[in-house]
């Protein structure tokens, strides 16, 4: 049976070959369902820890897939957790995407052997929609009853026999939670995969249902090798059940007749048009029809199937709502949400984050210890340790946010803050579904663009990705976090309780919503003029979030962070340390090994030269340099050594542009390496600063390095208002090569990606320049 | 039946003059005052945004109930099928309905 690999086991030969085929294959598993139907609870409790997260080829919608193990003598199935969804009329491309894995268009993904359509007993008609159409597509079909434990809570009693037989396929009620029901539903799947598929229980108009005739019979084996369009990839088996087909064949004929578009096909394209305007003579909203028949068809199913349904009752969601949504209570919890968990995001990971750095420093001392010294000690300790240490010591945070963010979610909040959210944002243009990936943009732009993609209009959609940037990231937080623990920590607290710290956090979250709203304010008028799009918005009754799902999301998010921090980020520490440590000085301090002094005579070739035209160029950029020799007595060698180094050079080369932001050379060296990624400001400037510090010493915390760092004249590197013109600085630029990557792909083209880091360097040079020469004009050092 | 939030949000309703259409055959659902239960006759927006609201159970004969308005007046939160969902103005516009009083099933 190899060859039916890919393809549904042909219902003419299940029974004798039942059990043989399935122990042959893998099967393949789709789950589909409403967003909040329950379909990630019983994605965890069927596959447990065994999942991995991608992409989709060529798009970013998620692919969630798992290994289910459907019964202990078969191989296990591939689960493939599909992006929720309403309907499959490919409105998004996660709708569009679904329907492919579902009809076998994809050509990464095996065609499901069978679909269990999620559905929500609490919501019955409007889940019922999405498996109507799922019955269409006639693949095999098993139904997942979820929030049964909740129906009987409201009084709502589901008949899951009933509903079978109405549905022509097996349901089987589950409590992912106490994974109830989780046997019965392998047992059906496995059913299924070798049976008959089923078939939908609705017919359209006479009219309607011939036009669809026509349509399919396009197709039909008579005239061609009887592939149809939305078939193509899977009509490899070589044999092909006849009923299968003409039912494939009819779904087709459906999604063309009634998609928004004109099919792809030229010779599809004259029949669909011609057929449509047909059925427009004798009715303008023949289009309607299909609608309307799946939810005539499921109001007869609710009507068999449910008992005791009390629509007016007052729900324990309605009861919280009353506040939560409240004019006015509304925006004062939302308000107060994002300031507790900001709060408690810098209270709460101090301690870990004390753990995390301790350990770090004592593994490097350890390393310098048990190695001898030289160049690949310092590059261990100096590049590899405390880049990496630099920022894994975040992690506690980005724990915390992703924490917060998969509580709002998995408890239904999120779509009460777009509620909320939803006139002001359209006010500047924007869509109340924005304001979700907006706010995941809190924790990272990367999700946060991902996320826009439920949000249907293009240019709607490009407006939030561009603005996307501007809200204050997980990766900023370490900028942050070092300025206000370096110039902010010692001072009283406001009104009592709220730290200085907190209320510059809050001022530069406040500063990228600001700008986030001006620009999208401008891009909306401009460029990306559309109408306003519409809004139609699930209001997803409250539950106690899962933990099971926050455990996940928190592990699968903050591991994408930690293999960043492995790869992108140790390698930008490596190249950077490499930058600050060569070309090798000649007067070079007494540590140097035999190594260093061979890597040091090659480099003295050139090191005059270059040594001259540095110290020029300091000359006319600080009239103060005359007095820089007191400093560098100071710093020693190794100051000499990172004003040679090719970062140095740097650092000197951008410090003209950089200068009237209040940064020297040596944040000018931090701010390039920050444009990969924003978190490399702090392990730069570890490196930078620790380089001039007596290596054998016990080391100094990196807050004291910055606090201590001086200028070429003797004053101190930062101050204050430096501190804060550098957070304005990271608050608007784009710097994040991840970021780029993923606009590139979103938006499919480079314009958009160099659009947006040109706009925002500019937006963030002009800001911190207001910010530095303002904050001098008005006395602040 | 009454939604338990008229206290908090009736004063968004545009007042007396949306009383009066709702009471009048045929009216739009962003004008329905709050807590009355009524009825979808037609789904008139353009299509893709029509195609939407259906999708979503707002079908011609489906109960439905305005329940409140956000803070800035809209969106407005709808009852439809026993769950709930949130329209802009401009879209509930384009729902026609007739109230529980005209059309009893």
Known sequence: MTTTLKSPAPVLETAPTQAGDAATRPLTVALAGNPNAGKTSL??????????????????????????????????????????????????????????????????????????????????????????????????????????????????????????????????????????GLDALAAAVLRAAESAPPVAGWRLSAEAERELEALAALDAPVNGDGITPTVAATTDAATTDVATDASARRYGALVELYAEELPEEAGHQAAVASARARLAEGNPRWWQEPLLARYNWIEGVARRTVRDHKPGRTRRTDRIDRFVTHRFFGPLILFALMLLIL???????????????????????????????????????????????????????????????????????????????????????????????????????????????????????????????????????????LMIAAFFSRQEKLLGVLSVGVVIIMAMYLLGIVVAVAVAWVLKHTILKSPPPPLVLELPPYRMPNPVNVLQTIRSRSWMFVRRAGTVI????????????????????????????????????????????TAGRDET???????????????????????????????????????????????????VASFAARETLVSTLSIVYNVGEDATEESNSLIEAVRN????????????????????????ACQCMSTIAIVRRETNSWRWPLFMVSYMLLLAYVASFITYQGGRLLGFS | MGSPDNNLTDMNVPGARAAEAGRRMGTTLNTLPHGTEARVVSVDGESAVARRLMEMGVVPGAPVCVIKAAPLGDPIEVRVRGYHLALRRTEAQTIRVVTGDEVKP
């Open chain 1, 43 to 180: 994605f965890n409790a069927l596959t447990g820890l065994r999942q991995k997260v991608a992409n989709y080829p060529g798009v970013t919608v998620e692919r969630k897939d798992g290994h289910w193990q459907l019964a202990p003598d078969l191989p296990d199935a591939q689960l493939i957790d599909l992006p929720g969804l309403y309907s499959l009329d490919a409105n998004s491309i996660d709708e569009q995407i679904a329907r492919d894995v579902i009809t076998g268009r994809l050509t990464s993904v095996p065609k499901p052997d069978c679909i269990i359509a999620v559905v929500d007993a609490t919501n019955l008609e409007r889940n019922l929609y999405l498996a109507t159409q799922l019955l269409e597509t006639g693949r095999p079909l098993v139904v997942a009853l979820t929030m049964i434990d909740l129906a009987e809570r409201h009084k709502l009693e589901i008949d899951a026999a009933r509903l079978s037989d109405a549905l022509g396929v097996p349901v089987v009620p589950v409590v992912a939670k106490l994974r109830q």
């Open chain 1, 343 to 481: 709060q408690t995001i810098f209270s709460w990971a101090q301690l870990p984050m004390d753990v995390i750095d301790g350990g770090f420093g004592r593994l490097g001392e350890l390393v310098r210890a048990t190695l001898a010294p030289g160049l690949l000690t310092d590059l261990l300790v100096d590049g590899v340790i405390a880049g990496v240490g630099g920022v894994l010591v975040f992690l506690p945070q980005i724990l915390l946010l992703f924490f917060f963010i998969s509580l709002l979610e998995d408890s239904g909040y999120m779509a009460r803050a777009a509620f909320l959210m939803d006139r002001l944002m359209r006010g500047v243009g924007l869509h109340g579904k924005a304001f979700m990936p907006l706010l995941s943009s809190f924790a990272c732009a990367i999700p946060g663009i991902m996320a826009t993609r439920t949000i249907e209009n293009p240019k709607d959609r490009l407006a939030t990705i561009l603005i996307a940037p501007f809200m204050s990231c997980s990766a900023r937080l370490p900028v942050y976090t």
């Open chain 1, 570 to 613: 140790l390698a930008i520490s490596i190249l950077l340390w490499a930058l600050v440590t060569f070309p090798r000085v000649n007067a070079a301090t007494g540590d140097a090994d035999g190594g260093a002094a061979a890597a040091t005579a090659n480099a003295t070739g050139s090191a005059p030269d270059e040594r001259a035209t």
């Open chain 1, 621 to 671: 950029v600080q009239p103060a340099a005359g007095a820089s020799n007191v400093a560098e007595a100071v710093d020693g060698d190794a100051g000499e050594q990172i004003r040679q180094s090719y970062a140095g050079r740097l650092g000197h080369l951008i410090e003209p542009a950089i200068a009237p932001l209040g940064f020297d050379w040596k944040m000018g060296i931090g701010l």
């Open chain 1, 709 to 732: 760092a001086r200028r070429a004249d003797g004053s101190p590197a930062w101050t204050p208002l430096v501190a804060v013109s550098m957070m304005v600085f990271f608050v608007l």
